[in-house]
């Protein structure tokens, strides 16, 4: 009962040449978290940094004034 890998996203970095992924997992208990996003570019890696912001806390909508 382990994290499994469910599917990474990819998208071309800025210059081009390689790409930005980050995997996402899910565990036998239907939760899922994603990885760390990885600049797979040995140019665009040297010149830019990853920053995340996580934010925790309930979602609330349709709520009256």
Known sequence: ????EMYTCS???PCGKGKITQTSYGDDWNRYKDGPVVIECEECSKKYKVEEV??????ASGLAD
């Open 1 to 4: 009962m382990s994290w499994e």
């Open 11 to 13: 998208a071309t970095c």
């Open 54 to 59: 996580t934010y925790h806390g309930l979602l």
